[in-house]
T-cell receptor, first 112, second 116 residues
Framework: DAKTTQPPSMDCAEGRAANLPCNHS???????VYWYRQIHSQGPQYIIH???NNETNEMASLIITEDRKSSTLILPHATLRDTAVYYC?????????????FGTGTKLQVIP | DTAVSQTPKYLVTQMGNDKSIKCEQN?????MYWYKQDSKKFLKIMFS???????INETVPNRFSPKSPDKAHLNLHINSLELGDSAVYFC???????????????FGSGTQLSVL
């Protein structure tokens, strides 16, 4: 799996948009970008994923640059419950199995 | 209903003991995983099984032995526990990964293992 680089921590005011960047400059054409988050002491939770196009679901939006070397996860209206560690992962399944490797992530603190 | 459940939630034991952690998923998934999260919060994959067959085995001491009696269960047995085994162990499951198909991981709530 391609390696990802994320800032170690970010703050966001409650109610504002949280924009979490991720660099994955060595991503290959068949690798997906996945985002997970881990709220303190819980298991990681899937947020969203994409290949080339921007994606949106009920939790977040994912913006992937045209060259696919970076992406941004957007939480449109951050709440205190969004305080968590956010992991950006690139994943290849062409080998017939997936090995989801977590990096160090970004610790997002939502401030009241 | 809990999708991926692990037991026990907490496990405190002495060095040298043997212990097991159980995991069950009711999502109908083919593939299950064990992850270890150490005190520095790094989350590392240990094993993955697909339909009871081991498909990923990272560099894990052979004191750790996963067992999958059926595709809904993946248990982790640890022999001769050491201080360094203290960590949170997470079980996860997913559909069998196919290109183009969404195959995110669903995690259990973790087992906090403390070796004294």
């Amino acid at each position: 799996d391609a390696k990802t680089t994320q800032p170690p921590s970010m703050d966001c005011a409650e109610g504002r948009a949280a924009n979490l960047p991720c660099n994955h400059s060595t991503i290959s054409g068949n690798e997906y970008v996945y985002w997970y988050r881990q709220i303190h002491s819980q298991g990681p939770q899937y947020i969203i994923h994409g290949l080339k196009n921007n994606e949106t679901n009920e939790m977040a939006s994912l913006i992937i640059t045209e060259d696919r070397k970076s992406s941004t996860l957007i939480l449109p209206h951050a709440t205190l419950r969004d305080t968590a560690v956010y992991y950006c992962i690139v994943r290849d399944v062409t080998g017939g199995y997936q090995k989801v490797t977590f990096g160090t992530g970004t610790k997002l603190q939502v401030i009241p | 209903d809990t999708a991926v459940s692990q037991t026990p939630k907490y496990l405190v034991t002495q060095m040298g003991n043997d212990k097991s952690i159980k995991c069950e998923q009711n999502l109908g998934h083919d593939t299950m995983y064990w992850y270890k999260q150490d005190s520095k919060k790094f989350l590392k994959i240990m094993f993955s099984y697909n339909n009871k067959e081991l498909i990923i085995n990272e560099t894990v001491p052979n004191r750790f032995s996963p067992k999958s009696p059926d595709k809904a269960h993946l248990n982790l047995h640890i022999n001769s526990l050491e201080l360094g085994d203290s960590a949170v162990y997470f079980c996860a499951s997913s559909l069998f990964p196919i290109p183009g198909q969404r195959t995110e991981l669903f995690f259990g709530s973790g087992t906090q293992l403390s070796v004294l």
